[in-house]
């Protein structure tokens, strides 16, 4: 693991957006979770075994760490606990959240069985780890006893630069929630309703949202006809360009990838933008191209048993870390 206190920042502009470092829990028990699966459906139960679903989604864990790490990305992997049983461990950056200015966010789960990935031991490793320093705990997980929720940034696709949290409304992102988390973040709320074909919502928005520091991925189709014009003029007014993916590159996760900032001997510090291997197939040439040409370096790793089976892909496996 490479000590986050010796990086040098970052380019202009990406500093404030890109993360120094990211923390990814490696599972123990991955799985289809059939309570998360009622407002999931990018999740599919599948008919292997569990045993080999888990042991095949530990080596996808493993590659991708062994991927992010050989580009130089500062990785902290925290082990999951093997009691209770966590089916969807592999994906913290619903549960917490770690910001630049010392600040760690406790969101709400929709899950009952999702609470459980809450462990103060996985932040007091991110801190051993990568040198955080917790100056303040935002706690949301009372709202968990009234039925309102917000998944992390799941729910949240943030703008850190000019400071946007875009939300889309679904049973795991409610509005009351997310404007408390906007006031003592000091961000904008930008909410929006998006669904899929079919009219049903969906569940995260970073299924159909990514921005980066210069680009910005957006399934304009999928948000409101009430809604879509604003969000875009609202992204397009932070300077980045707009790449506008369709329903079927949403579905093979092309909305849900992450730009992380690396540093090397020789190249100095770069950008590389995470997409899995399903993503990158399905976007148009394009498209690929307009986002090739905004990072340093694209990174496209194969997890499509933890996407089918868990309904999330790399994005959801990347809880970034911001440092002071």
Same mark, same amino acid.
């Given at each position: 693991?490479?000590?986050g206190?010796?990086r040098?920042?970052?380019?202009?502009?990406?500093?404030?957006?890109?993360?120094?470092?990211v923390m990814m829990?490696?599972?123990? =028990?991955?799985?289809?979770?059939?309570?998360?699966?009622?407002?999931?459906?990018?999740?599919?139960?599948?008919s292997?075994?569990?045993?080999?679903?888990?042991?095949?989604?530990?080596?996808?864990?493993? #590659?991708f760490?062994? #991927?992010?790490?050989?580009e130089?990305?500062?990785?902290?992997?925290?082990?999951?606990?093997?009691?209770?049983?966590?089916?969807?461990?592999?994906f913290?950056?619903?549960?917490?959240?770690?910001?630049?200015?010392?600040?760690?966010?406790?969101?709400?789960? =929709?899950?009952?069985?999702?609470?459980?990935e809450?462990?103060?031991?996985?932040?007091?490793?991110?801190?051993?780890?990568?040198?955080?320093?917790?100056?303040?705990?935002? &706690?949301?997980t009372r709202?968990? +006893?009234?039925?309102?929720?917000? @998944?992390?940034?799941?729910?949240?696709?943030?703008? =850190?630069?000019?400071r946007v949290?875009?939300?889309?409304?679904?049973?795991?992102?409610?509005?009351?929630?997310?404007a408390?988390?906007?006031?003592?973040?000091?961000y904008?709320?930008?909410?929006?309703?998006?669904?899929?074909?079919?009219?049903?919502?969906?569940y995260?928005?970073?299924?159909?949202?990514?921005?980066?520091?210069?680009?910005?991925?957006?399934?304009? &189709? #999928?948000i &409101? &006809?009430a809604?879509?014009?604003?969000?875009?003029?609202?992204?397009?007014?932070?300077?980045?360009?707009i790449?506008?993916i369709?329903?079927?590159?949403?579905?093979?996760?092309a909305?849900?990838?992450?730009?992380?900032?690396s540093?090397?001997?020789?190249?100095?510090?770069?950008?590389?933008?995470?997409?899995?291997?399903?993503?990158?197939?399905?976007?148009?040439?394009?498209?690929? +191209? =307009?986002?090739?040409?905004?990072?340093?370096?694209?990174?496209?790793?194969?997890?499509?048993v933890i996407?089918?089976?868990?309904?999330?892909?790399?994005?959801?496996?990347l809880? @970034?870390?911001?440092?002071?």
């Amino acid at each position: 693991m490479q000590d986050g206190n010796s990086r040098v920042p970052l380019r202009k502009g990406s500093r404030r957006q890109v993360a120094d470092a990211v923390m990814m829990v490696r599972p123990k =028990h991955f799985g289809f979770n059939a309570q998360t699966a009622v407002t999931n459906r990018f999740q599919s139960p599948g008919s292997t075994a569990a045993t080999d679903v888990s042991q095949r989604a530990l080596r996808e864990f493993d #590659a991708f760490v062994a #991927a992010l790490t050989g580009e130089g990305v500062t990785v902290c992997v925290v082990e999951d606990s093997d009691s209770p049983r966590k089916p969807d461990a592999v994906f913290p950056n619903n549960w917490v959240s770690f910001h630049r200015d010392g600040t760690v966010v406790l969101y709400p789960m =929709h899950a009952e069985n999702r609470r459980a990935e809450r462990r103060q031991e996985v932040i007091n490793e991110v801190t051993r780890a990568t040198g955080f320093e917790v100056t303040r705990v935002v &706690d949301l997980t009372r709202h968990e +006893k009234a039925g309102r929720f917000l @998944e992390g940034t799941g729910s949240l696709v943030l703008d =850190h630069v000019a400071r946007v949290a875009y939300a889309c409304r679904s049973p795991r992102t409610h509005h009351e929630v997310a404007a408390e988390w906007a006031r003592e973040l000091d961000y904008d709320l930008e909410m929006f309703s998006a669904s899929d074909e079919s009219g049903t919502p969906i569940y995260h928005t970073n299924v159909l949202m990514h921005v980066g520091s210069r680009v910005a991925v957006v399934a304009l &189709d #999928a948000i &409101d &006809d009430a809604d879509r014009a604003r969000v875009a003029q609202r992204v397009e007014n932070s300077g980045r360009g707009i790449v506008a993916i369709d329903h079927a590159e949403m579905n093979a996760f092309a909305g849900n990838m992450l730009e992380v900032g690396s540093w090397d001997e020789y190249l100095g510090d770069y950008t590389i933008l995470v997409m899995s291997e399903t993503a990158r197939h399905a976007l148009a040439t394009p498209k690929y +191209k =307009h986002l090739y040409a905004s990072v340093d370096a694209v990174l496209a790793v194969p997890v499509e048993v933890i996407e089918r089976h868990g309904g999330g892909s790399v994005r959801c496996m990347l809880a @970034e870390v911001f440092l002071p």
